[in-house]
């Protein structure tokens, strides 16, 4: 695996990781609950999908509406994000990479 492409990838992970915590972060004088109520945020495994119009992962989470999201790789070296349609807590977020691209990391926003 070439440096770029570990630097493109670390990059990413981190920009998503940030929004996340800016997304999810509670207010200074936010009493214990509401930090216990942000922290129940949480997601099943990803299930990946290979199909003849491209690859892609779905996700169930629970204890807040959420985005899913993927990672995706094509053959050139070129990596892009996509984001999956908007889920309430128990739904299900789907995310798809172009035909030629697959799926390298993938991951869920809380909303």
């Keep these: 695996m070439k440096i770029c492409f570990r630097a493109a990838t670390a990059g990413l992970v981190l920009a998503l990781t940030g929004a996340g915590a800016v997304t999810g972060a509670a207010p200074a004088s936010a009493s214990a ?3 216990t109520a942000a ?8 299930q990946y999908h290979r199909g003849s119009q491209g690859h892609g992962a779905s996700i169930t989470c629970h204890g807040s509406s959420f985005t899913g999201y993927v990672v995706c790789h094509q053959p050139d070296g070129h990596l892009y994000l996509r984001f999956g349609n908007r889920a309430r807590s128990g739904g299900t977020s789907t995310a798809w990479c172009e035909l030629n691209a697959e799926v390298i990391d993938a991951g869920a926003l809380p909303l």
């Excluded at 922290?39 to 990803?46: A, G, L, R, T």
């Design 39 to 46: 922290s129940s945020f949480s997601c099943d495994s990803w």
């Design 33 to 35: 609950s509401d930090h």
